[in-house]
């Protein structure tokens, strides 16, 4: 897989969706070749859920909320519940790696298409945690925020479970 930090042309827009684009493949290609076994492994005693697959798992569901839930204001069909919140990494070990892959990547082409359809200027349906309607620059800024900081997570584990580094 190529990938590239660099837009095709700068303007705003394009800069946001390269930039998660590249966030969305370094998480893919931090993957790639690892074990099943491996991709299942909790390997930081205070940190239980943190895994390759729960890590996936994450960041497809944080995208599912940003787009699906607030920014579009559909009902919540996430797998989280109260009784466990983090449901959508504990659930990840009992499904294959490249299951996890393949899901994120298919979200990821249609939150792709939803981006190109709207302005970034465009407003939440619904308000985050505080009250505050965000708009879709916002998500955008905040999902390559988040995406990164779990690719440093993703990178330790990957590094921890079988030595691979990379950028």
């Known amino acids: 897989m190529t990938r590239t930090d660099f837009p095709p042309a700068l303007d705003e827009r394009t800069s946001l969706v390269t930039f998660l684009d590249y966030a969305r493949d370094t998480a893919r290609v931090k993957c790639e070749g690892v074990s099943a076994d491996d991709a299942r492994s909790s390997p930081l005693p205070g940190s239980p859920l943190m895994t390759l697959c729960g890590l996936i798992s994450h960041l497809r569901w944080v995208e599912y909320w940003w787009f699906d839930v607030i920014f579009l204001g559909q009902e919540d069909e996430g797998p989280w519940t109260q009784e466990d919140p983090d449901r959508?990494?504990?659930?990840?070990?009992?499904?294959?790696?490249?299951?996890?892959?393949?899901?994120?990547?298919?979200?990821?082409?249609?939150?792709?298409?939803?981006?190109?359809?709207?302005?970034?200027?465009?407003?939440?349906?619904?308000?985050?945690?505080?009250g505050r309607q965000v708009n879709l620059r916002w998500i955008l800024l905040h999902l390559i925020e988040e995406t990164a900081r779990h690719n440093g997570h993703i990178d330790i584990l990957r590094e921890m479970a079988d030595g691979t580094t990379g950028d």
Do not use: K
Request: charge should be negative; hydrophobic fraction near 50%; charged fraction near 35%.
């Open 88 to 130: 959508e990494m504990t659930m990840a070990v009992d499904i294959p790696l490249a299951d996890l892959l393949a899901d994120y990547a298919a979200q990821n082409a249609r939150h792709r298409e939803l981006v190109a359809a709207r302005g970034l200027d465009d407003i939440a349906e619904r308000t985050i945690r505080d």
